[in-house]
């Protein structure tokens, strides 16, 4: 029996699924409900590791299509794991490559997470990735695996759930997740179904072939807006022996509620619930509530090399104009580095000339926000008050 | 009378005009010899204050004429002069403008610094700098003044040793320089004496128009590779009641002990003496002995961009294949914080990766390496021993 990780529960939302807890790792603990922090390449974009420490993130995500690329498996294996080639000290999680196999593949939608047909293609959708909407009709899927064309250099390559396990092995975080197929949120039914029925199959050889007793599998529950397939999907999941779980895929926007708590009241309530690819400060309240535990996204770094600052009434765009002559903090009363030695002016100047600086003081600003909302959910529920306080900040908070 | 700055001698190379001192200014003191290193806009290039005073730096200067394009003088005043703009603490400089419109202006030639002429659209040399390269003709000197064309927007601009002074107060370094011509080393004699007699006319209206008492002016001796006209030019610029002094424009490789000695020989002993733009360890080596006190450059953090490394053994290309797999540190026995806690191969990735992290580390070992240099070469010079450190260090440094 595989004992790497353990949830502990301290807290419950009165009359929710909501909790707080501690999650213990082999690289120490996460208190939840976290946001994971995404360093694709094996580093936060723009950031050190004391960096990242010191602004209060708990843990890491490297992604594993990126990584199996560049600089490959077995670097990162020799270098002693993904921790240690990257020098952070606290837990670390890999994806397992399936979302970026298919989003590489296939293509993107704003507002769609991902999009996934039989025949690449036939996907003709507008890309809004950085450097995914040049490529398109990358990979392709079949029974057994994916095979999949780089987008650093048009190679071919091809995951299984045996090498997606097998490379997450290597790279040694501490909680891995099973590979998956991500299907689009507009896809039929009848594909859904029998892509679903794929991602069970593939969750149960994940299982059957790793081999670490010092990692934690998630499973991951699929089956897009449809809540039969949702409810199917969650009920099969829940009974592999998993250490934890993810939930994937799509959502409409108000489908993501009534799904995400569908699935976490079926999966055991001991075990972490990972909510993938989701970090906006609303679906962070709505998952929490519905209790989900961990959340990632690459969007408050993203947005931050691109000048948008995280702020408690909403996003700005530092590059405006309008910010050239402000002289106060970038956001006024927050206690992060960037805010506490830097202006407006300052920041503005450095997006404007293209300085590497102005991306890390961002990112550093928009993670520090992030962290400390997660706490300050984390200490809402402990004094019974989150349901007001999500109430509040949500009040104030307007998205851009 | 101006009394910002202060150098206090501690002590000389027997028999050279080499020595050591405490450079006072009002942010603090410099120990020199000293490097100075560059932040062009602000910033110095992927790193924070915190990390260019963590690796040894003592002072930062800053480029007049990208500071005067982006984000303007009269923001860097607003916000309390360039230091408190990008929260460096430290003792700050800023150059005249002068080298980059004739730069910008002109064209540059690998192995010879700055190519000058008196019509523009005669120079059709091969430029090697990043981003002047694809750009010429854009200058236009007369006795008043230069007139160029901004390398951002091609819109024109004017800067005169009036203007140039105006905008340097408002930057409000501890240290500017005066405004003078930039001539080619391949400049003929006639019209290197030409442009020698207007920049002394410019130095001298420099100092006429000059208003802050916070801050040191220093003058700068011209004349390219003619000793008459270095010497002429060094008797005149130390005629005037500067507080320090520069020697600009560019030599022969050959050519440079002897001037620099020559100049050094008239410039007065109490005052501290500036080797505009050069940053190659031998060159140190070579115009330390020869009584230079500083010396910038962006050689070490435009190459640790690049991934080249310093090492005492000379550089290195971290992009090299070689090192994927070597898991020791970035140079071996190094005390920087990229050495102490990153592997050459974690190194290789980031910049394969362009990962920005990358370009920090590499400008941290970088910057360190030249810190740490110019600390041995002052205790060498303390301890009676320059010579002797000077003879083992270069004959192990090979430059690549």
Known sequence: MNESIHLKIKKQIPGSLGRTGVLSTPHGEIKTPAFV???????????????????????VLGNTYHLYLQPGEDVVAKAGGLGSFMNWQGPTMTDSGGFQVFSLGFAYKKGVSKIAKES??????????????EHSALAKIDDDGVTFKSHLDGTEHRFTPESSIAIQEKLGADMIFV??????????????RKALNRTHRWAKRCLDTRTREDQALFGIVQGGRYKDLREESARYIASLPFEGFGIGGSFDKDDMKEVVELVNKILPQEKPRHMLGIGEVEDIFEGVQRGVDLFDCVLPTRLARHGVIFTKNGKYDIKKIINREK????VDGCGCYACKNYSKAYLHHLHRAGEMLGHRLSSIH??????ELMKNIRD???????LKYKKEFLEKYKNI
């Open 179 to 192: 590979f998956d197929e991500c299907t689009s949120p507009l896809a039929q039914k009848e594909y859904m």
């Open 120 to 133: 690449p293609t036939e996907a003709e959708l507008e890309g809004n990735s950085e450097h995914i909407s």
């Open 37 to 59: 922090t995404v360093g694709t390449l094996a580093a936060v974009k723009a950031l050190s590791p004391e960096d990242v420490a010191s602004l209060g993130a708990q843990v």
């Open 366 to 371: 928009n993670l520090y926000f992030m962290m």
């Open 327 to 330: 002289f106060e903090p970038i």
């Open 380 to 386: 809402s529920i402990e004094q019974d008050s989150f």
